[in-house]
């Protein structure tokens, strides 16, 4: 049986230098796909681990509650009316606001995202809220996320700084992570101490009781239907609220992101834009490749090969390089999410899906580019070539 040249990767390694970089072009692409796409989805995926880390299968929120960075409440007696239909077990309130925090160190001030609720309401059951929900009763207390950003200052137990501009005592943390609405970082308190630092501003300033609350979490019974239950809260409760399943809170902030503000727009231009970037940088590789060997395939040509040849010799390097491309470009994309993730808290997730989604993007990428750069060699007379 006769051993059939494998012309594609001849070609390829003939000069393995053009090789290198031909290797290197493909992997910034792949690079710059990653980034971009990564820092899509970290905004959508920052802005829904909150949510989806709240205990509560039904969620009630003010009708003019967008997004959880949209601060509307509702009357906290909404949730006493759906904790007495049929289906829901528990109603725990929970409140959020934003306040500024001293920096223990540098004294310079940041805002924070503060939430309240009783601590004995298994609102966030993350484990370094649940190991000091005691410390939380006690006066002038909080817990610090302590993936906040480092403009925050030191996150330990114990320290003691202002925030709101009244003294704070750190008595634990936990971990959460940052957003594009929470910005430097979280703090969690008790109903308590949020009244304690908010209940009593200035006329010009957002005073808060525990009467009006920013988000509402139904815990149903062991088997009660979701749907059923939220359809007929939606039915019952005024319409001075809105009610929904958490898959559809979560929907909701996510859509908001996406739809309604340019850093989701912007970013999936950005990761198209590379995606058009790579074509030409590949391009540019195998048209090259293809120019140095024009005599070679008008010998081809001329023997009677078909342009389907061609097209196949030319597309087997394209599927190489983006093998070989993608695997360098892949490593150093993972690094700079966890590089990127531990400076900014952000939420840059390397997940399987994503990365098989960009595999497929850069093997359409290559065979793009490969199909462009093959084109020429398809259109020209082998009498032409050999007659010059």
């Known amino acids: 049986m006769r051993r059939r040249t494998p012309l594609a990767w001849a070609n390829l390694t003939y000069e393995r230098r053009r090789l290198l970089t031909a290797i290197a072009g493909v992997s910034f692409a792949v690079l710059l796909m990653f980034m971009f796409r ?3 989805n970290a905004l959508y995926d920052s802005q829904v681990q909150l949510l989806k880390l709240l205990n509560g299968d039904v969620v009630v929120i003010s009708k003019l509650k967008l997004n959880m960075f949209v601060p509307e409440q509702f009357a906290r007696r909404r949730l006493y009316q759906a904790q007495a239909y049929d289906g829901v077990e528990q109603a725990y309130p929970l409140y959020t606001t934003t306040a500024y925090w001293k920096n223990p160190e540098t004294k310079r001030i940041r805002p924070l995202r503060v939430m ?18 005691e410390q939380l009763h006690l006066p002038w207390t909080a817990l610090i996320d302590d993936r906040s950003r480092p403009e925050v200052g030191p996150t330990e137990a114990g320290i003691v700084t202002e925030l709101a501009e009244q003294q704070v005592r750190l008595v634990g943390t936990f971990s959460l992570g940052t957003d594009f609405a929470s910005g430097n970082g979280n703090i969690v308190m008790s109903d308590q101490n949020f009244l304690r630092y908010f209940g009593a501003l200035g006329p010009d300033e957002d005073r808060r009781t525990l009467n009006t609350v920013d988000v509402g979490l139904l815990k149903l019974v062991t088997g009660a239907n979701v749907e059923a239950v939220a359809q007929a809260l939606r039915n019952q409760l005024p319409k001075d609220v809105k009610v929904l399943t958490k ?5 909701q902030e996510r ?6 503000t340019s850093i989701g727009f912007v970013f999936s231009l950005l990761a198209t834009m590379s995606f058009i970037v790579g074509i030409i940088l ?16 008008a010998t081809l040509k001329a023997m009677g090969y078909s342009n389907w040849y061609l097209l196949g010799i030319v597309l087997q390097e394209a599927i190489i390089l983006a093998v070989i491309g993608f695997i360098p470009g892949f490593l150093i994309s993972w690094a700079l999410y966890e590089l990127t993730m531990n400076a900014t808290g952000l939420l840059m997730q390397m997940t399987i899906t994503r990365m098989i989604n960009l595999f497929i993007a850069t093997t359409i990428m290559c065979l793009i580019s490969g199909t462009i750069a093959v084109r020429k060699v398809q259109a020209t007379d082998p009498a032409e070539v050999f007659g010059s």
Do not use: K, M, S
């Open 255 to 260: 859509d908001y992101w996406r739809n309604n």
């Open 282 to 297: 590949v391009y540019q590789i195998l048209y090259t490749d293809v120019a140095e060997h024009w005599a070679e395939y």
């Open 247 to 251: 898959a559809e809170f979560v929907q």
């Open 116 to 133: 309240a609720f009783n601590p004995q309401d298994p609102v966030l059951p993350l484990p370094g809220v649940v190991a000091h929900q």
């Open 38 to 40: 990564g820092f899509e």
